[in-house]
C-alpha cells in the first residue's frame, strides 16, 4: 500500500513538467509578438523573456527533485 502510494506521489510530483514546457512555449510566443509588434523593445523584451525563462525552468527542476524525495526518503 505504502509503495502505491509513494508510486502515485512520485507520478503526480513530475506532472509540473508538462506545465512549465506549456509556460516555456508561452514566454517565447509572447517575446516573438512583442517583438514584432515593438521592435525598438527587443532588447528589453528578451531580458524579461529569459527572465521569465529562467524562472519557469526553476520551477520545472523541482518537481523531479519531488519526485526523488518521494521515492527515496518517504
Do not use: C, W
Not at 508561452?26 to 516573438?32: A, K, P, R, Y
Not at 523593445?41 to 518521494?70: C, D, N, R
Amino acid at each position: 500500500m505504502l509503495e502505491g502510494a509513494k508510486s502515485m506521489g512520485a507520478g503526480a510530483a513530475t506532472i509540473a513538467s508538462a506545465g512549465a514546457a506549456i509556460d516555456i512555449g508561452n514566454v517565447f510566443s509572447s517575446l516573438i509578438h512583442s517583438m514584432a509588434r515593438n521592435p525598438s523593445l527587443a532588447k528589453q523584451s528578451f531580458g524579461y523573456a529569459i527572465l521569465g525563462f529562467a524562472l519557469t525552468e526553476a520551477i520545472a527542476s523541482f518537481a523531479p527533485m519531488m519526485s526523488f524525495l518521494i521515492s527515496s526518503v518517504f
